[in-house]
């Protein structure tokens, strides 16, 4: 503490003495930072581009022993996978007093979706369509993860995907760029708060930069092909919503892209994200992924790796000791120059002092905080709540709710797992003290009112519980099945070809449906999956995802009619794998399907085009019904505005809450044009019979894209508007927009 102190009074008289700093495009730089880099030996500024993991937690498959003497040296300047603040408090003492010039470490952890209460995963809480509530949910995680010590997430994952078979769509907020890029705003200013130097927040991390969601075949980490138009349409404006909701980290992907990976992609990480954008932060490698451009056939080895990232403006490696390594005889032999580390490390330093660091080096080590704050009760109420507005209902034939006092078979071993409940990059989640589905209702439902029988595991063939389940489903009233994905089954590394229900769990299914008592399903999984057959066998699907620490008793709150649930899907759900991938604002062939040819057209001979469950949708207790889409004038000159207006009414017998959805398509262009494309949405809660008015205004940026000659813009021409509950379901009418 005494040598930062010392640092810290120094800094005036360091910044006057020594002429200032070198050119940068970094903006508002505390004069602190340039001191600090004007006494900085090489080795401890390549020490602050390291990031290095302790051995208290695993997320990748490498541990590196020593950390603790690099941190002594001013050799290691970051520390991830640690958490506690008795043991944080234990690192930075390291730094800050055993360390030359004490600078103080910056700890990273994934808090992806909570870090003590867990979330729903992403794409879960991304089906609430409630912005309000993911910033909150993002408050709450960086709270907790704050009092435990940590000032750093890599989170939030805004990579856009329209392909299930890629595991990791469960860290995002599925297939559409703008609702996308809403959410991860909201993401970013709940982990970041107003104030970075606040002990309650941490820093964000927008990642994977750029285009991880796009793999080709969907298989984790392979090679991305597309073109520069589709790339910054579709895949980049959530980088750049995040970028500029203020996050001051950004994380490099491990897929290539145009040919280059993203570790050492220039026209990515500097060209766009530091030139075009004027991101202010610091640049962080994914897991060892400048290593792994050796891999990829960029780099002949490690250190030629080392000086293609550094030289493309990665400024800090995460685990892959490359930069430890090298750096240090690439600047000496003139390969890589000290102005390029100088700029690294004044980025990764001006973080640090936003973090409230400089001032006080154990800001985030507070036990009291840390005992008070930590699974604070109010926090898992939030917790139950996002996920309740994260289901969505795919259908329901009348047979949910249930009513309290049935006689409920309870079917599934997911319905008795609490792990599972989870998914993946669960943090510091514990689930021992969680409820499982089974013990929800149990709780709720009475125990003498649920039998409960596993019938068959969640893997595997084993047939041999199936006379124990329709034991206890002939003895039943109605059958709650609770089925799904192993959690370790999405996230990363974890894609599949088959995304059907693993197992024999859709067989069980059958089975019990065809005794004629009602059946509700229960999914637990990361993924759109593959569900004709089971839409077809089952009375209710409700797709809790994996619902996190109170998701237990967030499913009972919705099976027993406790909350209407009112999520809409942000992803596509195929009927089959072969229609992968599959999205909403897919274009038009020059034989689309509406054609009258039976046979000339773009369509499946097995198949139908359509999905199961498509964008936007999900369903409630109750009914809307939209009429009456006018605008306010079938002209739009550029630079001005028009309003659609419809009114939505609650024809059910239960309030509820509707998504309504907005979308546009501009009928011709100078290049070909989506079909329709979510512009804006609005969330409203209407009582039974109640109607309710929702304008939006549409403006030229709605109608803006990426012309021919790749300028952004409008084009004059006519537009379809279009409203509805969700995308293949909508009222329409048109508008041109005019000089």
């Keep these: 503490m005494k040598r930062l102190v010392l640092f810290v ?35 401890e500024k390549i020490g602050q581009m390291v990031l290095f ?131 991860a705003e909201a993401r970013v200013k709940g982990f970041q708060g107003d104030d970075l130097a ?185 917790s139950r709540e996002v996920a309740r507005k994260s289901m969505v209902l795919l259908k329901n034939n009348g047979c949910l709710p249930f009513d309290r006092g049935d006689r409920i078979a309870v079917i599934g071993e997911l319905a008795a797992s609490r792990r599972d409940l989870l998914g993946s990059w669960k943090a510091a989640g514990e689930w021992d003290d969680m409820s499982s589905i089974l013990d929800a209702v149990r709780a709720y439902n009475g125990p003498a009112n649920v039998i409960y029988a596993e019938g068959c595991r969640k893997m595997g063939d084993d047939r041999s519980g199936y006379a124990a389940a329709m034991d206890a489903v002939n003895k039943a009233d109605k059958v709650l099945m609770v089925i799904g994905e192993d959690w370790d089954w999405s996230g990363e590394a974890a894609s599949r070809t088959d995304i059907g229900v693993p197992g024999v769990q859709s067989e069980l299914l059958r089975l019990i449906a065809s005794t004629g008592k009602p059946v509700a399903v229960v999914l637990l999984n990361g993924r759109p999956l593959v569900l004709e057959e089971e ?37 596509t759900f195929p009927r089959n794998v072969g229609q992968v991938p599959i999205f909403y604002y897919e274009k038009n062939t020059g034989r689309p399907i509406y054609l009258p040819s039976e046979k000339y057209k773009s369509r499946y001979l097995d198949s139908p085009n359509d999905p199961l469950y498509p964008f936007g949708y999900g369903l409630s207790y109750t009914q809307f019904k939209y009429s009456d889409l006018t605008l306010s004038s079938s002209e739009m000159k ?9 009114t939505v009414t609650n024809t059910g017998k239960w309030a509820g809450e509707e998504t309504v959805q907005l979308y ?28 309710r008015k929702i304008k939006f205004v549409i403006d030229e940026d709605m109608l803006a894209f990426w012309r021919h000659d790749m300028t952004f813009g409008t084009e004059d021409g006519d537009f379809r508007v279009m409203v509805g509950g969700s995308s293949s379901d909508l009222l329409q009418t048109a508008f041109s927009l005019v000089p």
């Design 9 to 43: 009074l120094a800094s005036a008289l360091i910044v006057t003495s020594c002429g200032g700093r070198q050119e940068s495009d970094l903006k508002n730089v505390d004069p602190r930072v340039d001191s600090l880099l004007n006494i900085m030996t090489l080795d």
């Design 53 to 183: 993991t302790s051995d208290w937690d695993v997320t990748g498959p490498t541990i590196r022993e020593g950390y603790l003497d690099d941190i002594r040296s001013g050799r290691c300047g970051n520390v991830f996978n640690a958490y506690t603040v008795d043991y944080i408090r234990e690192l930075q003492r390291v730094a800050v007093e055993e360390s030359r010039l004490g600078i103080p470490l910056m700890f990273g952890y994934d808090v992806v979706h909570g870090h003590k209460t867990i979330f729903p995963i992403a794409l879960g809480e991304s089906c609430s369509w409630d912005l309000d509530l993911m910033r909150r949910s993002a408050a709450a995680s960086a709270a907790e993860a704050a009092a435990s010590g940590l000032n750093w997430t890599f989170a939030p994952m805004v990579d856009i995907s329209v392909d299930p078979r890629w595991g990791r769509v469960s860290e995002g907020a599925g297939e559409d760029p703008y609702l996308g890029s809403l959410i």
């Design 198 to 382: 606040d002990p309650l927040t941490v820093l964000a991390c927008v990642k994977h930069f750029a285009a991880y969601g796009a793999p080709v075949a969907g298989r984790d980490y392979n090679t991305v092909d597309m073109s520069e138009r589709q790339f910054r349409e579709f895949y980049l404006p959530p980088y750049k919503a995040g970028v500029n909701a203020g996050a001051l980290s950004v994380m490099t992907a491990f897929n290539e892209y145009d040919g280059v990976p993203a570790t050492g992609n220039a026209y990515l990480l500097k060209d766009i994200l530091k030139g075009e954008w004027n991101f202010q932060g610091f640049v962080v490698t994914d897991y060892t992924s400048i290593n792994e451009m050796v891999h990829h056939g960029y780099a002949r080895n490690d250190a030629e790796a080392g000086v293609k990232a550094v030289n493309a403006g990665v400024d800090m490696d995460l685990q892959g000791e490359v930069y430890f390594t090298y750096l240090r005889g690439l600047v000496e032999s003139g390969i890589v120059s000290e102005r390029t580390i100088d700029e690294a490390v004044r980025r990764i330093l001006n973080v640090k002092e936003k973090l409230g660091l400089f001032d006080n080096p154990y800001l985030y080590c507070d036990s009291a905080r840390e005992k008070e704050v930590v699974s604070d009760p109010e926090i898992k109420a939030l």
């Design 535 to 571: 839409s077809k066998d089952a009375d209710a699907i409700l797709e809790a995802w994996y619902p996190g620490t109170m998701g237990a008793e967030a499913v009972t709150d919705v099976i027993f009619g406790l909350y209407n649930p009112s999520g809409k899907l942000t992803m």
């Design 638 to 646: 550029k630079g001005s505005t028009i309003e659609a207006q419809v």
């Design 664 to 691: 546009i398509r501009d009928m011709v262009g100078s290049v070909t044009r989506p079909v329709k494309l979510l512009k804006g949405f609005e969330k409203v809660i209407l009582a039974p019979g109640e109607s």
